[in-house]
């Protein structure tokens, strides 16, 4: 009971759920208006093309003709930029990604790849402490389990002693993103300890522990896998300052993307002060504590991590806590829009969840994370619903989209009026004929990355050996979705899937949109890169490439919006709606398919304000 008590402390700070907080939308300074002179593509289906937008404070006012504009507005306060025979298009969003953990990797952590031992590992940690003696923590990517003598040893905590780093965190997060290696700090501040294990992990699925025999049998070795792999990276202890560089750091990246919003799909709030860590920042709240003080740019849509190993009674909590942080921090640019749990594991690490058993694992059909626990799932998601928040689905296995199909379903038979909310199924991998039915019929929407459908070299094998060549080639069936009448986003995943060679020089819109309709990698056709000695492409090819373009770009514009309930506001170039553009030297639906490799990205405008170049 003790340790059931300081979990459901640790995750309710003091929130007055009945005061919801209201943003100012006063009139910017500025010029009068601004006139965008270009090709634009509106994904408005009433208006779908214009020469010219309007654009007052950070509003749309017009869009239409060139001549219309500059008869209806054009004065002497006016800016006119013309992007000549460039591309606007609505401001791009990312459907699903993880933005605290790009922010965080990208400038509060450093990387152990090709470390050639553990020991490598801690040289490295050991060099940026040195280069970040401030930090309030320590946080690394990309540690592979060694051989040793033959065998695959796990390190555990005791490789970081003698730092000389106080109680500050070590957190070391494997290569594949599925575990995580501590410090002994960290067990201590969060209570992890034998009693720990025997409650929340009896049988060592997430928990690593010393071996009978040594001397610490029993004992958690500080190595941990994924429910409190997710658990420990969503609660490290930065600061507000860190997380405000780090955010801010994230924002430029993105813009240089060409993405204007993201989501975040995995979030986590806990209460700093009870690990006697006073310069801790809970995530969520300082996220919303930005945007309340008008110091983001990107917009960010999150969802609250339901942690499938707590007990009924902290999930049930926190659905409620997800409602209180929406009431309390939600505003322009920072939105808490509902829950998140995961249904099953990954095809790679045999944990999918399957109808048909894996090919190389006789009798596993992967992992079910709730197990025994349908009910409660089933709870949350009506709670959930019933509090007008959608629920986010992690499911890449056939049976575990099945799973939360049939939920989402029953809920609905229960309380019809929930047929309204916006709930995503992601990834889908595999998923049957009778499940896609059932998401249109309940109204469900499919989060899906193109930026996986193609066969990756270091994944072809992996999937073949698990699943056989028929489901291998059954995977991703992206235009079946859409033939349904399914709802479809695109996503990245983005850090917690690694993106495919060249994807950032390419970037991620362009590698989608392009991936969507070609499902095979560039560089296997092309002079630039050797080619692969295989056809990318799978099987399903002719079924299931993107025959419109179009459906691609509303991948990434109308329907993310429609996901994050801001259709009246973003996802379309309409009067009244915010200016969020991005802007390509090419037209991105109607050019041959090579030539969306070689598009590059003009501007990206965000609140008409342009972002992206920076201004020097």
Partial sequence: MKKKLLISTLLFPTIAISNMAMVSCGEKDGEKNTILLGNVETMDPNNPSAKAIVVKDDHIEFVGSKKEAYNKYKNKNTKVVDYGDDTIYPGFMDGHAHAHKIATERSLEFQMLNSDSYETCIEKLKSWIKENPDSTCYVGTGWQRQQIEGEIREPDYHYFEGLGIGTKWVV???????????????????????????????????????????????KPTGVMQDDMHVLINAIIPHSADEFKTAFHELEDYEFSQGFTAISDGAMFNLDGSMFDMPEYAPLIETLGQMSLNNELKLRIYGNNYIIEFFPDFIQDLLVYQTLALANEYNSEHFKLIGTKVFIDGTVEGATALLKEPYVDVPGSYGSDRW??????????????????????FHAIGDAASKLAIDTIESVQKRYPETKDIRNTILHLQLVTDETIQKMKNCNVIAAVAPLWTPMEPAYKQLEEDHLGLTRQHDCYPVQTLMNNGIRCVYHTDNPVSTLLPHEEEVGCIQSSIYLASSRKLWWDSTSEEPELDYDSRRNNYADEYVKDRRESIKAMTTNVAYEFGVENELGSIEKGKVANFTIFDTDLINCDLKDILKAKLTATIVDGQKVWPKQA
């Fill in 172 to 218: 070391l997060n494997s290569e594949d993103l599925h575990t995580v290696w501590v410090n002994k700090q960290v067990l201590t501040d969060l209570g992890i300890d034998e009693e720990f294990v025997e409650y929340y992990d009896p049988d060592h699925k997430m928990i690593s522990v010393f071996p009978e025999g040594h001397e610490e049998a029993g």
């Fill in 371 to 392: 197990e025994d626990r349908h009910s409660q799932l089933e709870y949350i998601v009506e709670a959930s619903n019933t509090y007008g928040m959608p629920v986010h």
